[in-house]
Every structure is written in structure tokens, then in C-alpha cells.
């Protein structure tokens, strides 16, 4: 019989969760199929990150682990892929010999070629970066559900100075409009009824065709207005007033803005090579809320970046105490080898990150606490998902701005349906909602005015 049961584990952001997707898409055209138990594989495969040094250093456990794993079963084969492929190389395939296979993300087209070689016993190199390639005509495999990725462009041009992606991912490219729109409609007959439009810097998009993120969006909510779009990652410099006149103009564009600040203060921003101020910043956030009524915003945070002083922290926590977020992706610095600010002294004690690491994090819950009480007597839309974690009488959905929302379950009520519920209590993760009714008509807008 021939080997070919794939295990695949995915590491890091929702973009290598999309590029496992075209993976296992790529493999699914060359006769391979999947299982979801490493026992039974022939091929397991780790889909890898670097951003974090404790992201990498999970995945160094993990093939820990599968080194034994394979010393008791020869013939299995052993692949990284992913942003870790190119600093992984020379340690694993030519030091350690763990690996079989190293695949960075602009290589997968050749996966199948290494995956039959390494069967027959030669261990398989490609990281490559390349300037054009987005997997455009690859169908990615996805089980059935209600959410789906797309990752619309790669790579990162901004070299922000503490992060690896320009390194591990290249240089920014994106797919054409039209095979994203042919793809939303193909999910769109299957019943999905979420798609997250993916990249590193998405107001970068620009297509062959010249269409921009704001036209790519307005296509997206064309094509089924039962499917919600959100998109992530927005970097500040590029968020265009088209952009935020089209997300108000279309219901089933979600009113949510993931807008990473990384620090409240100019000096540490400058460092960080972010090309914006704290008031271009902020300036930005009131024009968003002017165009579009009830945006919420979420951020991502770096505490602790070198030569950040108890003053420069301050200013994070005002900033954040100015927008009040909706969520935030909280980190400790971690310095990248090969980035700028690796060469820049890590200088802001272990103690003092965690410290004000945990300020950060405590101040958010508290805003979140904050923001989600208020919304007690609102209605909002939610879409279904399934029944709450904790018990059938109950289910559980999402709204627009991605809050969990728990109510309680109808027979009538089924996953994929909109609902509209009355907000009677919450924490700062949950909203409680009451009186769930069906609604044709998708809406979330409609929370303004309860
Ligand atoms: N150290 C800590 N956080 C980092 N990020 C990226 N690189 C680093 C690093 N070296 C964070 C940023 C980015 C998010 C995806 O990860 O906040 O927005
Ligand atoms: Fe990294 Fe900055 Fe690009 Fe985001 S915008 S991927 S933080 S370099």
C-alpha cells in the first residue's frame, strides 16, 4: 500500500493556519490524504513560527519528542515547514538529523517531490523566498464549518526593527481579486458563513489588476451578504479613509480594526521603525469612529523594547487608556536575530518586562470589563456557532466586533443562523444574552440604536 497519511501541526498566527490549508490542498492533488492522529501518519509535517523565541522554543520541545517518535518507526518522514524552515535547516537536516524535510512558505509547490524523495531516503532543502508567488489557483482544503481563513497577500515590506516576518516571509505580494471573490463564492455554496481575509499588512494589497484592500473589500460583501468578512492585520500608516468609508457602507463588512500601536510613546516607535506618531495614531482612531459608528479596535503591545524607560510605558498605558480596546495581543520583547533591533541592547530587565507586561494586561481586562458591562440592555447580532462550552441548554455565537456571546438555545436555532439577543450581563471575555430571534436580514449595525 502506498504511504501517504499526512499529519499536519500548525504553529503560530492565522496565517500559517491558512498555509497548512493550501498545504494539505497542494498534497490533496498529488493522491495524499490526512489524519488527524500523528499514530497513523506517514508524514508528519509542523507547520512553524518564529515571531517569539518561546514560540520556537515549543517547537524545538515538540521535535524533541519526535525524535524519539521516529527512532521507534524508521520509515517515517519528518517535515518542517514554515517561517522557522530557514534558520531550522542547517541545525536539524545537517546537524541533529531529525528532519527529512525543510520547506519555508514560498516552497510549498514542491512538497510532494520532497515528500517522495525523502521516502526513498534523501532529505529535501527549499527555502527559497520568491517575489511572486501567492498559491492564486491552489483550492485549499477545508472541512466543512462556518469560518474560513484567505490569506489575501505575503510577505512584509514595513521591517518594522524587532520582527522577523520580512525575513522568514519576503517581500509583499498579493492574489487577484477575482480568484479571492471565486473563492468566497465557492464557500459561500457550501454554507460558510465567516471569511477572515488574511495578511501581514493588508492595506498593502494591491493586485495586478490595480484593485486596493477597499475594493477587495467592497467585492468580498458583495458576493454573499450572509457571509461576514473580517480582515487582519491593518498597519496604521495605510489605513485609508476608502477603506473606512467602505467598511461602513457594507453591513456584512465587520465593524472590528485590528490596529497594532506596539507602544504609546514616539521615541519607541521611532526605534521600532512603526512611521507613525502617537497622534497620527490617534488622529486615525476618531476619524475611524466618525465613519464608522460602533468600530471597535483591537492592538497588539511589545513591552519592554531596548532603552524603553517607566515613562515611555506610561504613555502605552494612556494610549490604551485613550482608545480603550476592545481586546489586545499582549508581548514581552524578544529579541530576533537577523532583525535591526537585535543589534540594539536588550536592555529592560526580565523583571521589569513581566511587571509591566502584567500592568498592560490588567489595565485591558479592566477596559474590557468596562466596555462589555456597558453594553447590558443593547441588542446585537450574533452569528451561531454551537452549543456554549458548558452545557446544551445554552449555545454560543460571535458578534460582529468578535465578542462571545452565550443565550439560551432554541430548537429553532441552529448553527450558521443570525440572532439577534438582548445583552443582560457579562464579564470581561463573555457577554450573556437573552431573547434570541432569527433575523434574515444581516445588520449588526443595528446595535447603535438599541
Ligand atoms: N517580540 C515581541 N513581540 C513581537 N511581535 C513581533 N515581533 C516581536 C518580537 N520580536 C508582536 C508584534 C506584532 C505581533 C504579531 O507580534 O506585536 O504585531
Ligand atoms: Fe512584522 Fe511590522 Fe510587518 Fe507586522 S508590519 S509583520 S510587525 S514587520
Known amino acids: 500500500m502506498r504511504k501517504n497519511n499526512v499529519y499536519i501541526e500548525t504553529y503560530g498566527c492565522q496565517m500559517n493556519v491558512a498555509d497548512s490549508e493550501v498545504v494539505m490542498g497542494i498534497l490533496q492533488n498529488n493522491g495524499y490524504a490526512f489524519t488527524d492522529q500523528p499514530d497513523n501518519a506517514d508524514v508528519i509535517l509542523l507547520n512553524t513560527c518564529s515571531i517569539r523565541d518561546n514560540a520556537e522554543q515549543r517547537i524545538y520541545g515538540r521535535l524533541g519528542n519526535l525524535k524519539k517518535y521516529k527512532d521507534d518507526h524508521p520509515g517515517l518522514v519528518l517535515g518542517v515547514l514554515g517561517c522557522m524552515a530557514e534558520r531550522l535547516r542547517k541545525d536539524l537536516i545537517e546537524e541533529k538529523k531529525v528532519v527529512d524535510i525543510v520547506i519555508g512558505p514560498d516552497e510549498y509547490r514542491r512538497l510532494p517531490e520532497f515528500i517522495d ?25 477545508r472541512e466543512d464549518g462556518l469560518s474560513a481563513w484567505i490569506s489575501v497577500m505575503r510577505g512584509c515590506d514595513k521591517f518594522c526593527t524587532f520582527c522577523v516576518v520580512p525575513f522568514t516571509r519576503g517581500r509583499e505580494r498579493s492574489r487577484s481579486l477575482s480568484s479571492i471573490v471565486d473563492e468566497i463564492a465557492l464557500l459561500s455554496k457550501r454554507g460558510f458563513r465567516e471569511v477572515s481575509l488574511l495578511g501581514q499588512n493588508v492595506n498593502s494589497y494591491y493586485d495586478e489588476a490595480g484593485y486596493d484592500f477597499a475594493d477587495l473589500l467592497a467585492a468580498a460583501a458583495m458576493v454573499d451578504r450572509k457571509i461576514r468578512i473580517r480582515f487582519t492585520t491593518s498597519h496604521p500608516q495605510d489605513l485609508s479613509d476608502k477603506l473606512l468609508y467602505t467598511i461602513a457602507g457594507h453591513p456584512n463588512l465587520c465593524n472590528y480594526i485590528h490596529l497594532p500601536v506596539q507602544s504609546g510613546s514616539n521615541r519607541i516607535l521611532e526605534l521600532m521603525n512603526r512611521t507613525y506618531t502617537i497622534e497620527h495614531y490617534l488622529d486615525l482612531i476618531d476619524r475611524a469612529r466618525n465613519i464608522i459608528p460602533g468600530v471597535s479596535f483591537s492592538t497588539d503591545i511589545i513591552s519592554g523594547f531596548p532603552t524603553e524607560s517607566l515613562e515611555d510605558h506610561l504613555m502605552t498605558l494612556d494610549v490604551m487608556n485613550k482608545v480603550r480596546y476592545d481586546g489586545a495581543y499582549m508581548f514581552k520583547y524578544s529579541p530576533r536575530e537577523g532583525t535591526k533591533a537585535f543589534r540594539m541592547e536588550d536592555d529592560v530587565d526580565e523583571e521589569t518586562k513581566t ?5 498592560i494586561i490588567d489595565l485591558q481586562q479592566r477596559i474590557s470589563a468596562e466596555i462589555n458591562n456597558a453594553l447590558t440592555g443593547t441588542t446585537d447580532i450574533v452569528l451561531v456557532e454551537g452549543f456554549s462550552k458548558k452545557s446544551e441548554q445554552f449555545m454560543s455565537g460571535r458578534t460582529d466586533t468578535n465578542k462571545v456571546v452565550v443565550f439560551p438555545a432554541m430548537d429553532s436555532i441552529s448553527p450558521g443562523d443570525y440572532v439577534r439577543v438582548k445583552i443582560i450581563k457579562s464579564t470581561s471575555a463573555t457577554l450573556f444574552g437573552d431573547n434570541p430571534e432569527i433575523v434574515d436580514k444581516y445588520q449588526p449595525s443595528e446595535k447603535l440604536t438599541a
Not at 117 to 141: N, Q, W
Not at 355 to 359: F, P
Open 117 to 141: 524523495h525523502a521516502f526513498a531516503g534523501e532529505k529535501g532543502i527549499g527555502v527559497k523566498l520568491s517575489k511572486t508567488e501567492t498559491y492564486d489557483d491552489i483550492i485549499p482544503y
Open 355 to 359: 511587571k509591566r507586561l502584567q500592568q
